[in-house]
C-alpha cells in the first residue's frame, strides 16, 4: 500500500504531466475538494465528477498554460501541504498570473478525502479583468 506522501506526490506528478485519469486515482468517491473563495472555480465539490467537472475542465477551457510548480510537501501523515506557485494566462484578457499557493491534503485508508486550496485570489481576479 501507498504511503499518504506517495499519494500526495503522484497526484503531483500526473498534474505535471495533465494526466487526470492518474491525478484522479487515489481520490475518494466521497471526496470534499474546496477551492477558495474568489479564486475562479470556488467551491466546494463532491467526488471525482465534480471536481474535474468545476475545478479542472473549468481551469483547462479558461487559462492557457495554466500550471501548479510544487515547491514543497510538508507531511503530516493523515494532512499533507503541498506549497507551490500557480501559473498562466487568462485566455479572455491575455495576462498572464501568477500567484503562491498552499493545498492542505487529508487522506483516510489510503483515499484522498479532502483538499482545500489556498491562494491569492487577487492576482489571479487581476488577470481575468481588463
Given at each position: 500500500?501507498?504511503t499518504?506522501?506517495?499519494?500526495?506526490?503522484?497526484?503531483?506528478?500526473?498534474?505535471?504531466?495533465?494526466?487526470?485519469?492518474?491525478?484522479m486515482?487515489?481520490?475518494?468517491?466521497?471526496?470534499?475538494?474546496?477551492?477558495?473563495a474568489?479564486?475562479?472555480?470556488?467551491?466546494?465539490?463532491?467526488g471525482?465528477?465534480?471536481?474535474?467537472?468545476?475545478?479542472f475542465?473549468?481551469?483547462?477551457?479558461?487559462?492557457?498554460?495554466?500550471?501548479?510548480?510544487?515547491?514543497?510537501?510538508?507531511?503530516?501523515?493523515?494532512?499533507?501541504?503541498?506549497?507551490?506557485?500557480y501559473?498562466?494566462?487568462?485566455?479572455?484578457?491575455?495576462?498572464?498570473?501568477?500567484?503562491?499557493?498552499?493545498?492542505?491534503?487529508?487522506?483516510?485508508?489510503?483515499?484522498?478525502?479532502?483538499?482545500?486550496?489556498?491562494?491569492?485570489?487577487?492576482?489571479?481576479?487581476?488577470?481575468?479583468?481588463?
Amino acid at each position: 500500500m501507498k504511503t499518504n506522501l506517495q499519494i500526495v506526490t503522484e497526484h503531483y506528478a500526473a498534474s505535471a504531466r495533465q494526466d487526470l485519469a492518474a491525478m484522479m486515482a487515489d481520490v475518494s468517491p466521497e471526496v470534499a475538494w474546496t477551492e477558495m473563495a474568489g479564486f475562479p472555480c470556488a467551491g466546494t465539490w463532491i467526488g471525482p465528477d465534480q471536481v474535474i467537472a468545476n475545478v479542472f475542465a473549468v481551469l483547462d477551457s479558461e487559462w492557457e498554460g495554466y500550471s501548479f510548480a510544487l515547491e514543497q510537501i510538508i507531511d503530516g501523515g493523515e494532512q499533507l501541504v503541498g506549497i507551490g506557485t500557480y501559473s498562466g494566462t487568462y485566455r479572455k484578457t491575455g495576462k498572464p498570473m501568477q500567484a503562491r499557493v498552499t493545498h492542505v491534503w487529508r487522506l483516510s485508508e489510503g483515499k484522498i478525502v479532502r483538499f482545500e486550496q489556498f491562494t491569492d485570489t487577487l492576482l489571479v481576479a487581476r488577470a481575468m479583468h481588463t
